[in-house]
């Protein structure tokens, strides 16, 4: 809490299609600071609602204790290179994809890994010269919104847990499409037993 700022705010628009549109105030969140007692981690996921030296504080912490260092880069913004050479992980949608100059410029950046999510198509893993495709699943979505941070925040679980990238990504599709049927952002997050059960399906 910082006295006189307000908390950060996201006005969202969805579309009869079920795609948003999203307007950050950001608020209290651009006064951001690092903390000092921050813990240690196995998977450190940073997104960009706050201000790129809190984010590069947190990736230098992450790489500090043998994190895997992950970084969506959202809402979509130039991203300072510094940053990118400290991530494990870059996970872009296509439009942030396309603003941080392609793969090639993500890889000559000295990102090892990229995971490209493509709603309604999946998503793609791109490691060197190697692409692997990831199939989505089929729901009948509502509202899309939330549903970008439910794939990150459970493809930094699953590696978290030891799982491979390439369930880890599988795991983090699921989550995300269940995450479209239910309107909202935070009441439409799945459980894991909701996750299971359409990956069994």
Request: glycine content about 8%; charged content about 20%; proline content about 4%.
């Amino acid at each position: 809490m910082i006295d006189g700022v307000a908390t950060g705010r996201a006005v969202i628009m969805v579309d009869d299609d079920a795609e948003n549109v999203i307007v950050v105030i950001p608020g209290a969140n651009a006064r951001l600071a690092w903390p000092d007692d921050a813990p240690a981690c196995a998977t450190l996921l940073t997104q960009l609602e706050v201000p790129q030296d809190v984010v590069a504080a947190g990736l230098r912490h992450g790489l500090a204790c043998g994190a895997t260092t992950v970084l969506n880069p959202a809402p979509a913004d130039a991203v300072e290179e510094r940053l990118l050479a400290d991530c494990s992980i870059v996970v872009p949608n296509e439009h942030e994809l396309a603003m941080l100059g392609g793969t090639s410029a993500l890889t000559s950046s000295g990102v090892s890994t990229i995971v490209v999510t493509r709603g309604a198509e999946g998503a793609t893993i791109h490691e060197g010269d190697r692409m692997r495709s990831v199939e989505a699943f089929a729901v009948n979505a509502v509202d899309t919104t939330g549903a970008g941070d439910a794939f990150c925040g459970n493809l930094a679980a699953r590696l978290a847990t030891g799982a491979t990238m390439r369930d880890a990504v599988a795991w983090s599709c699921a989550a995300g499409a269940l995450t479209a049927t239910t309107a909202g952002a935070v009441p439409s997050l799945p459980l894991a037993d909701d996750v299971v059960k359409l990956l069994e399906r």
